[in-house]
T-cell receptor, first 111, second 113 residues
């Protein structure tokens, strides 16, 4: 079945640093989504990407839909303590609308 | 605007007891609905999804079942809980035509002792 490889699994950074994480797929997707999950809460949608090559920003967050349609990355600039959490990528092809999730990147930010 | 609710927020149940978790969506009609489980290892596992009342698709064989008695209500149930059923259960909705971005509820933390 389809799999998503998300890396890195965890990151420990200093406040103010930039962050980059990515996901790669074994097959083509037509949608890429990035979510953030705070402890004990449900994931919250950050950015949705629908076209190959699309680059979308949401405040300090920027995500891109890879040209090959098999990868996506998320960048966070000038990290702050409230960026702490688990970030998930998710992709979908045309089959049934189900999402395939990455295993998450746990971000820790040291003030 | 659309909102999604889950009840209860936390639950501690003994092994062998029944389970009923509820998810309701407001502000939309005929949504696709999903149940996920998230174990301590973080990954999100799709358990069930529904494209309409009474229509349930199961993704993995397990001790759980799902029902959709109303358009915007999704129920996750078990007749007898196992220790391995512990986890964080998330409900999500998306638009149906075409299947859109999924939006998650706040989750239910289930501990089976």
């Amino acid at each position: 079945g389809q799999q998503l490889n998300q890396s890195p699994q965890s990151m420990f950074i200093q406040e103010g640093e930039d962050v980059s994480m990515n996901c790669t797929s074994s097959s083509i997707f037509n949608t890429w989504l990035w979510y953030k999950q705070d402890p004990g809460e449900g994931p919250v949608l950050l950015i949705a990407l629908y076209k190959a090559g699309e680059l979308t920003s949401n405040g300090r967050l920027t995500a891109q839909f890879g040209i090959t349609r098999k990868d996506s990355f998320l960048n966070i600039s000038a990290s702050i303590p409230s960026d702490v959490g688990i970030y998930f990528c998710a992709g979908r092809n045309n089959q049934g609308g189900k999402l395939i999730f990455g295993q998450g990147t746990e971000l820790s930010v040291k003030p | 605007s659309q909102t999604i609710h889950q009840w209860p927020a936390t639950l501690v149940q003994p092994v062998g007891s029944p389970l009923s978790l509820e998810c309701t969506v407001e502000g939309t009609s005929n949504p696709n609905l999903y149940w996920y489980r998230q174990a301590a290892g973080r990954g999100l596992q799709l358990l069930f999804y529904s494209v309409g009342i009474g229509q349930i698709s199961s993704e993995v064989p397990q001790n759980l079942s799902a029902s959709r008695p109303q358009d915007r209500q999704f129920i996750l149930s078990s007749k007898k809980l196992l220790l391995s059923d512990s986890g964080f259960y998330l409900c999500a909705w998306s638009s149906s035509h075409p299947a859109g971005t999924q939006y998650f509820g706040p989750g239910t933390r289930l501990t089976v002792l």
